[in-house]
């Protein structure tokens, strides 16, 4: 089917699932395609929507929002210190249209101040806020946890990689409140992250955690 996993409650009737595994975020097949505007790796539009059919892009944000919405949305959502400094840059620098123009601006307007800066790009978070307000990543995963436990069937597993701590905090949250309400058993206490050997294949794999839960 295709749509968002938010709508898992909505599709399905309760108690069907064997297992949910859940994979948060844009996926490698969306970030290397430069059309679709997710990378200042290759020049593209300002697109950043996981579905090209509907809602608002990049670019739309980007150049119609007010500074001080785009200075909170890129705290909020890329936990960037000098969100007010680049949402600055960005609405002086208005009409932006490619992401090679935006990052050129925000890593003008954020140079790294110190070694552990200079280890990610200067756009890296301002991408990653952008990218989760277009495509309401964090609603939609609240969405999808609130709507598991009915959608699992008893002795069901809950399985959710995340790649950032905003994604994990939602998850993590969740799962202790399910185990609370006596809806889980929790499977993971700590989050499972790659090892040595699968970064050194996969080196996106590097930010990955997986929490996981039964229900009961």
């Known amino acids: 089917m295709h749509g968002s996993f938010a709508e898992v409650g909505k599709r399905f009737p309760a108690a069907i699932a064997d297992g949910i595994l859940a994979d948060i975020g844009v996926s490698s097949l969306q970030f290397d395609d430069a059309a679709r505007g997710f990378s200042f790796q290759a020049d593209g539009p300002l697109d950043m929507r996981m579905n090209t059919q509907s809602g608002q892009t990049a670019e739309q944000v980007v150049n119609q929002a007010d500074e001080v919405t785009l200075a909170n949305l890129i705290y909020e959502f890329g936990e960037e210190r000098r969100s007010r400094r680049i949402a600055r840059a960005i609405v002086r620098s208005r009409p932006i ?120």
Do not use: C, W
């Not at 185990?179 to 993971?188: E, I, S």
């Open 97 to 216: 249209q490619t992401t090679a123009q935006l990052a050129e601006i925000v890593s003008a307007a954020a140079r790294p101040m110190n070694q552990a800066e200079r280890r990610i790009h200067p756009a890296t978070r301002t991408f990653q806020a952008l990218r989760i307000f277009v495509n309401r990543e964090l609603d939609d995963l609240k969405e999808l946890v609130q709507a598991a436990p009915q959608i699992l069937k008893p002795g069901g597993r809950l399985v959710i990689i995340s790649f950032h701590s905003l994604e994990d905090r939602i998850v993590k949250d969740s799962l202790r409140e399910g185990v609370k309400l006596g809806h889980y058993r929790l499977l993971t206490k700590k989050p499972v992250t790659p090892g040595e050997e699968e970064i050194g294949r996969n080196p996106r794999a590097r930010s990955a955690k997986l929490r996981a839960a039964e229900r009961v």
